[in-house]
């Protein structure tokens, strides 16, 4: 007798489920949202059938979930990178991306601010450096035009403008002038500064690669909801 009951349970317990899971127009099947083939709901491009739950709070029906638009979150990560990402609720890969882009923001900006501290500070030497050779230039040029000049210099000086070998000494000595040579000098860079250099260009290519493939997974609807179901 206890057997012939269980199986009786059993039976009753499939055959309940064999009629829930029948497809009924406009019961379990709305024909605003699937439409039923071969006893089952096909559903359309905009819905999807999810288990309900307490947290969805959704009907025991088919087809009773709304597919989520994958232009809005592609829009925001288009514009906003990481925000499209926390409106689907994918919180690891939007705080993740946004990190990411405060902390490169944060090194550029402190390594524009030293580079450009280290490049006013060589050019204020330089200046300083300038003006003292000027100076000394003109105290120089000064002290020979005040100097008097006796009558043999000024005979002598007379004598070298009126000869006609002055233009020649005179290319002579700026054709066997040297030419300027740039005084180029290689400074190392800091061990630091070397890591952050490549810290930084190697966040930027991450950055970047995320960037591309996050706008291709939403644009062509490889990225699923936070419900995983896929776009509309």
Not at 65 to 91: A, C, D, Q, T, V
Not at 100 to 110: A, H, M, N
Not at 218 to 228: A, H, I, L, V
């Amino acid at each position: 007798m206890k057997y012939t009951f269980f199986h009786i349970a059993i039976f009753l317990s499939l055959f309940s489920s064999l009629i829930s899971t029948d497809c009924i127009k406009n019961q379990n099947c709305l024909e605003d949202r699937g439409e039923c083939i071969n006893n089952i709901c096909e559903c359309y491009d905009e819905y999807w059938t999810l288990e309900p739950t307490e947290e969805n709070k959704l009907q025991n029906i088919f087809c009773n979930y709304s597919k989520r638009s994958r232009f809005l979150p592609l829009i925001l990560e288009f514009f906003i990178p990481g925000l499209g990402h926390i409106f689907m609720k994918k919180y690891f890969l939007g705080i993740f991306k946004i990190f990411l882009i405060i902390s490169l923001t944060i090194l550029f900006y402190t390594g524009f601010n030293s580079y450009k501290s280290e490049n006013e500070e060589g050019n204020e030497n330089k200046v300083i450096q300038n003006e003292e050779q000027i100076k000394l230039i003109n105290n120089d040029t000064n002290k020979e035009i005040t100097k008097p000049l006796n009558e043999d210099e000024n005979k002598k000086i007379g004598e070298k403008m009126n000869n006609s070998d002055m233009s020649e000494e005179i290319d002579n000595c700026i054709t066997d002038e040297a030419p300027y040579v740039a005084n180029r000098e290689k400074i190392s860079l800091p061990f630091l500064d070397k890591f952050l250099n490549i810290l930084g260009f190697l966040g930027l290519i991450c950055f970047f690669v995320l960037y591309v493939f996050d706008l291709f997974a939403y644009g062509f609807g490889f990225y699923k909801d936070s419900n995983n179901v896929p776009f509309a």
